[in-house]
Nanobody
Framework: QAQLVESGGASVQRGGSLRLSCTAS????????IGWFRRTPGQEREVISC???????WYRDSVKGRFTVSRDNAKNTGYLQMNRLEPQDTAVYYC?????????????????????WGQGTQVTVAS
């Protein structure tokens, strides 16, 4: 069955960098928007970045300038490069893909617009 698998989560020091990967199996991501989300303890999951099939991107203000989203369709993989990490970036990070709403500005998509979700990967940033 189709699934998404994230990887790359780890524990790092403040100011460090990580790159998260999100690879799809049993389906192609080429025509889907890839969204990146995070959930911190006690908080609701929030979208932090996304990239459309045309590579147009969107970022939440809290990560703008530090995180970079990209995709490699040949590898059926999306990436989230996270630089200058801060303790408040500590969270479980998720990726998801949206095919039927891929034409929409991805910053406005709701969780229900995404068809497939990964299992999440933990990022911990120590101060």
């Amino acid at each position: 069955q189709a699934q998404l698998v994230e990887s790359g989560g780890a524990s790092v020091q403040r100011g460090g960098s990580l790159r998260l990967s999100c690879t799809a199996s049993k389906y192609t991501m080429d025509f889907s928007t890839i969204g990146w989300f995070r959930r911190t303890p006690g908080q609701e999951r929030e979208v932090i970045s996304c990239i459309r099939p045309n590579r147009r991107t969107w970022y939440r203000d809290s990560v703008k300038g530090r995180f970079t989203v990209s995709r490699d369709n040949a590898k059926n993989t999306g990436y989230l490069q996270m630089n200058r990490l801060e303790p408040q970036d500590t969270a479980v990070y998720y990726c998801a893909t949206a095919l039927y709403k891929a034409a929409a500005e991805c910053g406005f998509l709701k969780d229900d617009d995404y068809e497939f979700w990964g299992q999440g990967t933990q990022v911990t940033v120590a101060s």
